[in-house]
């Protein structure tokens, strides 16, 4: 029913994470603790009447639960949602601004903020809207969300961490930025809060990600064949196919190749369809023909080893 009516976008893990708040907020009412929601606009004695395809969930929920469903029910259950300092979409949340001057430089805040991170990192931005009202609306659930807190494994930490060994100077401003925001909400500057909030921007930006490992160094692969030019030249296509943006690719056209030539050549990797000697601060591949399965695994392994080093 509520989901329904206040049509507030669920998949299945929010859908989680909206039933821990509400049962949690269910469990208190019916405890006798009741929160001040005399901010609430909506009077749903008004619309339950008139809401017959949900008679029999109600009546179900009654029964079971001991309670009556009417106006004090949802309002408290469902508090979080219905509140003024939780937008259901955008377009309401800058509605909100015309009349509240803290609202107001709140969202301008995230405007600048994302804005600033963009340019800075040279990053799209294509859904700053969406990435606005989330952060926004988790930043007034975040001592309700589970999400926000952990009680065995702190993935907010973990998440955090991850991107700082892969993207140091991107977390760094966004950590900066993101305490600035907290101090502006008048929100503890706790590691665990300040995680959380980043959490959020990561994953409601969209392709973040993928852009950011754009920009690592690339990984420099020289394929040598003893049969003809064109045979590397194919091993260099499906390498180039399968990694994408990730490598650079060479052939190598030298008349002459011995282990002097070898321990001087700048890349990381070098693919073979022969084998190679052991060559200090290099990693080889031996493809005997055309790369397979198992030969592209063992050069996305060496690809990985050299990142982790890199990140190290």
Same mark, same amino acid.
């Given at each position: 029913?509520?989901? /329904?009516?206040?049509?507030?976008?669920?998949?299945?893990?929010?859908?989680?994470?909206?039933?821990? #708040?509400?049962?949690?907020?269910?469990?208190?009412?019916?405890?006798?603790?009741?929160?001040?929601?005399?901010?609430?606009?909506?009077?749903?004695?008004?619309?339950?009447?008139?809401?017959? +395809? $949900?008679?029999?969930?109600?009546?179900? $929920?009654?029964?079971?639960?001991?309670?009556?469903?009417?106006?004090?029910?949802? =309002?408290?259950?469902?508090?979080?949602?219905?509140?003024?300092?939780?937008?259901?979409?955008?377009?309401?949340?800058?509605? @909100?601004?015309?009349?509240?001057?803290?609202?107001?430089?709140?969202?301008?805040?995230?405007?600048? *903020?994302?804005?600033?991170?963009?340019?800075?990192? @040279?990053?799209?931005?294509?859904?700053?809207?969406?990435?606005?009202?989330?952060?926004?609306?988790?930043?007034?659930?975040?001592?309700?969300?589970?999400?926000?807190?952990?009680?065995?494994? &702190?993935? &907010?930490?973990?998440?955090?961490?991850?991107?700082?060994?892969?993207?140091?100077?991107?977390?760094?401003?966004?950590?900066?930025?993101?305490? @600035?925001?907290?101090?502006?909400?008048?929100?503890?500057?706790?590691?665990?809060?300040? &995680? $959380?909030?980043?959490?959020?921007?990561?994953?409601?930006?969209?392709?973040?990600?993928?852009?950011?490992?754009k920009k690592l160094e690339k990984i420099h692969i020289l394929v040598i064949s003893d049969r003809h030019i064109s045979h590397s030249k194919t091993i260099k296509e499906i390498? /180039?196919?399968?990694?994408?943006? =990730?490598?650079?690719?060479?052939?190598?056209?030298?008349?002459?190749?011995?282990?002097?030539?070898?321990?001087?050549?700048?890349?990381?990797?070098?693919? +073979?369809? $022969?084998?190679?000697?052991?060559?200090?601060?290099?990693?080889?591949?031996? #493809?005997?023909?055309?790369?397979?399965?198992?030969?592209? +695994?063992?050069?996305?392994? @060496? #690809?990985?080893?050299?990142?982790?080093?890199? *990140?190290?």
């Amino acid at each position: 029913f509520f989901i /329904e009516f206040t049509q507030i976008e669920v998949d299945f893990a929010y859908y989680n994470v909206f039933k821990t #708040v509400s049962v949690i907020n269910l469990i208190r009412y019916k405890q006798g603790y009741c929160i001040d929601t005399s901010n609430i606009k909506t009077n749903f004695d008004e619309i339950i009447p008139n809401l017959a +395809a $949900f008679q029999d969930t109600f009546h179900y $929920f009654e029964q079971t639960n001991q309670v009556k469903v009417n106006n004090t029910l949802i =309002q408290q259950m469902f508090t979080p949602y219905i509140k003024e300092s939780f937008s259901l979409n955008y377009e309401r949340l800058i509605k @909100k601004t015309e009349t509240d001057p803290e609202l107001l430089a709140e969202i301008n805040f995230l405007n600048e *903020m994302l804005d600033e991170l963009s340019e800075k990192h @040279k990053l799209s931005l294509s859904n700053k809207e969406s990435v606005i009202l989330n952060v926004h609306n988790a930043a007034f659930l975040e001592y309700m969300e589970p999400r926000s807190g952990y009680i065995l494994h &702190n993935h &907010n930490q973990e998440f955090a961490s991850k991107i700082k060994s892969e993207f140091f100077k991107f977390y760094e401003n966004l950590y900066e930025e993101t305490k @600035k925001y907290r101090q502006l909400l008048r929100k503890p500057l706790t590691d665990d809060g300040i &995680n $959380f909030i980043m959490y959020i921007i990561f994953i409601f930006w969209e392709n973040l990600l993928p852009e950011l490992r754009k920009k690592l160094e690339k990984i420099h692969i020289l394929v040598i064949s003893d049969r003809h030019i064109s045979h590397s030249k194919t091993i260099k296509e499906i390498i /180039e196919y399968e990694f994408h943006e =990730q490598i650079v690719v060479d052939v190598y056209d030298g008349i002459k190749l011995d282990s002097v030539i070898l321990k001087k050549l700048p890349y990381d990797i070098i693919v +073979a369809n $022969f084998p190679l000697p052991i060559l200090e601060n290099r990693r080889t591949v031996y #493809v005997e023909n055309l790369p397979s399965f198992f030969d592209l +695994a063992k050069i996305r392994e @060496k #690809v990985d080893e050299i990142i982790l080093e890199r *990140m190290l």
